[in-house]
């Protein structure tokens, strides 16, 4: 197979490359960048109304909670004051048979 020789391009006899005017090329930029910020603060608002609403959710369980600790601690303060009148009502019939 026969090689041919490189083949000498003529820098001057093609067209120069087409250059984008910078005011365009700045232009485009600048909406590319604002529509991955209007995408990002879209997706940002969609996580704060995720987590608004799981917040929600979390403070009505804390108040059921202490809702239900609050109903516990007055059931065992009601529990020990009977346990406590028991106790002495106890103690009275030991020193009164003395």
Known sequence: MATSPPQQ???????????????SL?????????QHVQMAMENMLKM???IDQNSLGVMEEVEKCKESALER???????KEKFQKAAYTVLDMLNSRE
């Open 26 to 34: 700045l232009s485009s930029l600048v909406f590319d960048l604002s």
């Open 48 to 50: 704060i109304n995720e």
């Open 73 to 79: 601690k007055k059931s065992l303060e009601e529990e």
């Open 9 to 23: 391009v003529d820098h001057h006899s093609l067209p120069p490359p087409v250059a984008e005017e910078p005011e």
